[in-house]
Antibody
């Protein structure tokens, strides 16, 4: 069974940093592109970033480009999102999702507030 | 403002059949596969339809997908109260190199 488990969310002040993690299991992690998607409270889905299976390519939404960095460790079956210079509008549940977004984790809540 | 356009809400009675539309452009829907996601309250999104019209195992055939040009449609037959949820369409956008979603449609079964 495919499982994706996010962690690392929490409360952070504007301008602060946070690193999210996603642990994958039940599939060959190193064979799949991986994504981060977020959902602000009461709002819709917003794709954040994608990394190719071998880390050769990374893509970012405009909202996070220059502030967020996606990375992965295939030996640890793990995906990461380093978020710097956080803003109040980054407050959301952050989901990791496999490949073509066919499997999603349960999400981790990031709250940016003073 | 979402790249893909969906109606914000729809309501229908149990047993009825509804469709949810998703409108995009040649850079996304027309040239890439569309997926549909169901998000029940307090849960993460779940794929109902992928590759325009395929259903993952375990998804009942009451759910169907179709696509024509720059638009896609989700159909739900024999509505049940358990179908009350938010529904999103999503696809890859080649001009933005990004996954894009519709704004979501809140389905109420009354």
């Amino acid at each position: 069974e495919v499982q994706l488990v996010e962690s690392g969310g929490g409360l952070v002040k504007p301008g602060g940093s946070l690193r999210l993690s996603c642990a994958g299991s039940g599939f060959t992690f190193s064979s799949y592109n991986m994504n981060w998607v977020r959902q602000a409270p009461g709002k819709g889905l917003e794709w954040v970033s994608m990394i190719s299976y071998s880390s050769s390519y990374t893509y970012y939404a405009d909202s996070g480009r220059g502030r967020f960095t996606i990375s992965r460790d295939n030996a640890r079956n793990s995906l990461y999102l380093q978020m710097d210079r956080l803003r109040v509008e980054d407050t959301a549940v952050y989901y990791c999702a496999r490949g073509g977004l066919e499997h999603w984790g349960q999400g981790t809540l990031v709250t940016v507030s003073s | 403002q979402s790249v893909l356009t969906q109606p914000p809400s729809i309501s229908a009675a149990p047993g009825q059949t509804i469709t949810i539309s998703c409108s995009g452009s040649s850079s996304n829907i027309e040239n890439n596969f569309v997926s549909w996601y169901q998000q029940l309250p307090g849960t993460s999104p779940k794929v109902l339809i992928y590759d325009d019209k395929k259903r993952p195992s375990g998804i009942p055939d009451r759910f169907s997908g179709s696509k024509s040009g720059t638009s896609a449609t989700l159909g739900i037959a024999g509505l049940q109260t358990g179908d009350e949820a938010d529904y999103y369409c999503g696809t890859w956008d080649g001009s933005q190199s990004a996954w894009v979603f519709g704004g979501g449609t809140k389905l109420t079964v009354l």
